[in-house]
């Protein structure tokens, strides 16, 4: 194992020091609970958007904590939910009086731990908490973590499109009701080349033999639909984009496609593969209106790729538009 660590136990934390230092202007941390906030947390009249999860999937979810998108990130272990006592600290010190929103992607240890939360907050402090569980992976409809489908690339949708809805000053029920929507209008698949390795573990997460790849992924690294040999980038699109316009119709509406990089994959690969996408995509009579290519859901070092497409209105793609300034994703500002 080569990474650039310090040692394997404190490589959240370690991390969290150098956000701290990188942008001061947009974020403070507490190190304590290993929450990132929003610098001017909490805005009063404001509903407040929480998520997090394990650490890992960088720039998600600390990278978009922000203006237009997260009011506070917990930051677990790596790829391990973060605790009970996090999320109560960050939904506590985020409510500016108008309520919470808990952004929670479907893995079991995820939702339990901030039902939890979502309880004391309310028994502690009277915060009206409401949560929204983000499960939008084609791949399995079971995993090794979770009941029903994973939550993946439509969290990202879900923070930045909700975010801003929040931003507006729309209330707790409005903001709720377009991240339900954002979550059951998108859908994602995953494929690896690659593993990744955890620094606690020390070794690959699974083994993949070399000229392999494993089609449907999640971003913990667990098994998805099948293996097959490595093909060219042009069947590999077809892979990703038939489970995910299978599954649901994305004609006749305005689309948002992210095409995300695992978090070891050069942006040129990402930008070839999503140009087959697109291709698939125009021969669908799907028609994109906005689009990410990038890093921005990963699982540490895995080499591949996932694709997540929105089905919009008018609505969510002014919503896309709206201003957002984070470490991760900033545009309008």
């Not at 290993?34 to 979810?61: F, N, T, W």
């Not at 316009?245 to 305005?254: E, M, Q």
Request: glycine share 12%; charged share 20%; aromatic share 4%.
């Amino acid at each position: 194992m080569k990474k650039l660590i310090n040692d394997p136990t404190s490589v959240v934390a370690d991390a969290l020091l150098g956000v701290e230092a990188a942008h001061p202007d947009l974020v403070r941390v507490d190190h304590e609970h290993q929450v990132i906030y929003r610098a001017d947390a909490p805005v009063q009249g404001k509903v407040a958007l929480i998520s997090g999860g394990g650490s890992g999937h960088e720039p998600l979810h600390g990278g978009f904590v922000g203006r237009g998108m997260l009011d506070a990130a917990c930051a677990g272990q790596v790829f391990t939910s973060p605790t009970p006592d996090q999320m109560l600290a960050a939904t506590k010190t985020v409510d500016g009086g108008a309520g919470v929103v808990h952004i929670v992607k479907n893995y079991t240890g995820d939702i339990m731990n901030f039902e939890m939360a979502a309880e004391l907050a309310s028994a502690e402090a009277g915060v009206d908490v409401a949560t929204v569980i983000t499960n939008d992976d084609v791949a399995v409809q079971d995993s090794l973590y979770t009941a029903g489908r994973r939550g993946v690339g439509v969290t990202v949708f879900v923070e930045k499109l909700a975010g801003a809805a929040a931003e507006a000053g729309r209330d707790l029920d409005a903001v709720v009701a377009i991240a339900k929507q954002v979550n059951e209008s998108g859908r994602s698949m995953g494929l690896a080349l690659t593993s990744c390795t955890v620094p606690a573990a020390g070794k690959p997460t699974f083994d993949l033999p070399e000229g392999e790849i494993e089609v449907g992924i999640g971003i913990h690294g667990e098994p998805g639909r099948f293996r097959k040999p490595l093909a060219p980038a042009s069947a590999l699109a077809e892979e990703l984009v038939t489970p995910v316009v299978d599954d649901l119709d994305f004609t006749g509406a305005p689309v948002i496609a992210m095409l995300n990089g695992m978090g070891g994959t050069p942006l040129i690969e990402l930008y070839l593969m999503y140009g087959e996408v697109t291709k698939l995509l125009t021969a669908r009579g799907i028609t994109v209106a906005r689009s990410l290519v990038g890093n921005y859901i990963t699982s540490l070092e895995m080499a591949g790729c996932s694709l997540t497409l929105l089905r919009a209105d008018d609505d969510l793609l002014s919503l896309w538009d709206a201003p957002v300034l984070t470490a991760g994703l900033r545009w309008g500002v």
